[in-house]
């Protein structure tokens, strides 16, 4: 795929509750996050992503918040985080706790 030499080796991960998916990706130094993630092809192999842009995923980087994926460059070891939109208001999931405790 690229010149080992110029080339960084990091992971695209993504989980459901029933699927996890890591892929490895080798690819050229410079590369952003959104390059990484389409060149592990994992919006085209899951489901839920196929009639998602690339620009509306919600991004992370070990567990950080990417802001701008497609400006920031991915470096060596660094692992990609699908994120998949909340089921519940963390909020209302405590109060509904907090409910079932009384």
Request: with cysteine; charged share 25%; glycine share 6%.
């Amino acid at each position: 795929m690229c010149d080992e030499a110029n080339s960084i080796t990091c992971e695209v991960a993504w989980a459901a509750p029933e699927d996890q998916y890591l892929v490895v990706v080798n690819v050229p130094m410079g590369t952003t996050v959104l390059g990484a993630l389409e060149a592990s092809g994992l919006c085209h192999r899951i489901d839920e992503l196929k009639n998602v842009t690339l620009e509306a995923l919600r991004l992370g980087i070990f567990g950080e918040h990417v802001k701008s994926p497609a400006d920031q460059t991915v470096c060596q070891g660094d692992r990609i985080e699908i994120y998949r939109p909340l089921q519940i208001d963390p909020k209302q999931a405590r109060r509904a706790r907090a409910r079932r405790k009384v």
